[in-house]
Every structure is written in structure tokens, then in C-alpha cells.
């Protein structure tokens, strides 16, 4: 959670719990909507570049990935509560 001096909240996402079995995904085609985190695609991605989202519970990661016949492409991956959501191309 990320809040501002007095406390109020400014950015909160959901994340996988302690001993949970982190997503690995290894191309485009495994993002699926609600199934990684910002912090699972930044690493399976890296190097990922941090975007400012579209509204205060919206987060964005410039990535180049693998499509399932290997070619890489550059993506923008789409996070919401810091789940990810969709993929723009």
C-alpha cells in the first residue's frame, strides 16, 4: 500500500500470500485477466518499464515478451488492484 503523509491511501494492490505459488509466465499467451500480479509480470518480462495507469487503481508495465512461436514483441500490460488485466498493443 502506498499512502501519503497523514495516512490516506493513495495506491493499494492485491498480492499473492506469503507461501502462495508465484505465476511464471513464459509467453504472451499465458497472461490471462486475474492471473499475475504487477511484480510476476515484471519479472518473468524483465527488464519492465513502469507506466503511469489510466486512474488511481490502474497500473501499466512496458514489456517485451515471446509469443508461443518465440517471436518478441512490445507490449503494454494493463494492471488493475495490481492484477493484470489486458495486454495494448
Partial sequence: MLSA????????????APGA????????EELTPWSCTVDEVARAFAPARPMEG??????????TA???GGERREYVA???????QRLIT
Fill in 54 to 63: 489510466t486512474a488511481p487503481t490502474r497500473w501499466r508495465l512496458a514489456i
Fill in 5 to 16: 503523509p497523514g495516512g490516506a491511501v493513495w495506491n493499494e494492490w492485491l498480492v499473492r
Fill in 21 to 28: 505459488r508465484p505465476a511464471a509466465p513464459r509467453t504472451i
Fill in 66 to 68: 515471446p509469443d508461443a
Fill in 78 to 84: 494493463e494492471f488493475t488492484w495490481g492484477l493484470f
